[in-house]
């Protein structure tokens, strides 16, 4: 009976083996064909006609524009949105009030709007026909078709990320060290700096890398409100889609490797900050 219980056993553990592998396997030539093989036709079509012609339009002054812009604004986004993504987890996560619920709600909007929709309604606001339009246009003060447009459009559709990474710690860390620094006498803002801040910073990056990445490849919200404007407000991705149906597949490649180049880059940062994150909690408890 014994030994007929043992070979059941072996072979069950065998099937769970094989079905195991049978799926990583799976996920394994999936992600290859979903993914990895479209990465890498970027870079063959990039590199296709040699290096010369891929840094020739790779440095056209409209590329390096388009470029700029992007970076511009990764660095304009991304710092707005760790500031509002701090404060919102702060509020909602460690005081207790009326209506946090639906500002919870609210955060998780441009999750589920479509980035047509997104940059549609940022033009109703802020457009010349739209809810301040008349009092910007009194004033002179250029929103739509310009990069404050492009700006409000990618704050809109990037807002969530920070604030949905940040919130589950705070959440999880509760409120007993933030309450005990307080009884000693400690600030608000002291409190937060040297408490609240330092014990969510590996979920701040993560926050920080999925904007940054979101920032840089936003396309639908951004096409909505620029206006399309050569070397002016057509942003890397907006470039690469003028690129293509101009049949410049050259250039569209061209910077569309670059585009992907800096997407893996911040792929890179993800997984060193994750990385780092998982060590400082499996030494947490040795602390």
């Given at each position: 009976?014994?030994?007929?219980m043992?070979?059941h056993?072996?072979h069950?553990?065998?099937?769970?083996?094989?079905?195991?592998?049978?799926l990583?396997?799976?996920?394994?030539?999936l992600?290859?064909?979903?993914l990895?093989?479209?990465t890498?036709?970027v870079f063959?079509h990039?590199?296709?006609?040699?290096?010369?012609?891929?840094w020739?339009?790779i440095s056209?002054?409209?590329?390096l524009?388009?470029?700029?812009?992007?970076?511009?604004?990764?660095?304009?986004?991304?710092?707005?949105?760790?500031?509002?993504?701090l404060?919102?987890?702060?509020?909602?996560?460690?005081?207790?009030w009326?209506?946090?619920k639906?500002?919870?709600?609210?955060?998780?909007?441009p999750?589920?709007?479509?980035?047509i929709?997104?940059?549609?309604?940022?033009?109703m606001?802020?457009g010349?026909?739209?809810?301040l339009?008349?009092?910007?246009?009194d004033?002179?003060?250029?929103?739509?078709?310009?990069?404050?447009?492009i700006?409000l459009?990618?704050?809109?559709v990037?807002?969530?990320?920070?604030?949905?990474?940040?919130m589950?710690?705070?959440q999880?860390?509760?409120?007993?060290?933030?309450e005990a620094?307080?009884?000693?006498g400690?600030?608000?803002?002291?409190?937060?700096?040297?408490?609240?801040l330092?014990n969510?910073?590996?979920?701040?990056?993560?926050?920080?890398?999925?904007?940054?990445?979101?920032?840089?490849?936003e396309f639908?919200?951004?096409s909505v409100?620029?206006?399309?404007?050569?070397?002016?407000?057509?942003t890397?991705?907006?470039?690469?889609?003028?690129?293509?149906?101009?049949?410049?597949?050259?250039?569209?490649?061209?910077a569309?490797?670059?585009?992907?180049?800096?997407?893996?880059v911040?792929?890179?940062?993800?997984?060193l900050?994750?990385?780092?994150r998982?060590?400082?909690?499996?030494?947490?408890?040795n602390?």
């Amino acid at each position: 009976m014994i030994p007929s219980m043992a070979v059941h056993h072996r072979h069950h553990a065998q099937r769970a083996n094989w079905g195991r592998r049978v799926l990583i396997g799976a996920a394994v030539v999936l992600a290859l064909l979903i993914l990895g093989v479209p990465t890498a036709v970027v870079f063959v079509h990039a590199f296709g006609k040699g290096v010369d012609v891929w840094w020739r339009a790779i440095s056209a002054p409209e590329t390096l524009g388009a470029i700029g812009l992007s970076l511009l604004i990764v660095a304009v986004v991304v710092p707005i949105n760790a500031v509002y993504g701090l404060s919102v987890a702060w509020a909602v996560t460690k005081f207790r009030w009326q209506g946090k619920k639906w500002l919870v709600s609210l955060i998780e909007v441009p999750f589920s709007v479509s980035p047509i929709v997104a940059g549609v309604a940022t033009m109703m606001v802020y457009g010349s026909s739209g809810l301040l339009g008349g009092w910007l246009m009194d004033h002179d003060i250029k929103i739509m078709f310009a990069v404050p447009g492009i700006i409000l459009a990618t704050l809109f559709v990037t807002s969530p990320f920070v604030a949905r990474e940040v919130m589950p710690l705070m959440q999880l860390q509760g409120t007993e060290e933030e309450e005990a620094a307080q009884v000693l006498g400690a600030g608000g803002l002291r409190t937060f700096l040297s408490i609240t801040l330092p014990n969510v910073k590996w979920a701040l990056f993560y926050g920080l890398i999925l904007c940054t990445a979101r920032s840089l490849g936003e396309f639908g919200a951004v096409s909505v409100v620029s206006g399309h404007i050569r070397g002016e407000t057509n942003t890397l991705p907006l470039y690469i889609d003028l690129l293509y149906h101009d049949y410049d597949s050259s250039g569209a490649f061209a910077a569309a490797s670059v585009l992907t180049l800096l997407a893996l880059v911040t792929l890179v940062l993800k997984v060193l900050v994750e990385g780092r994150r998982d060590a400082a909690m499996d030494d947490e408890p040795n602390a």
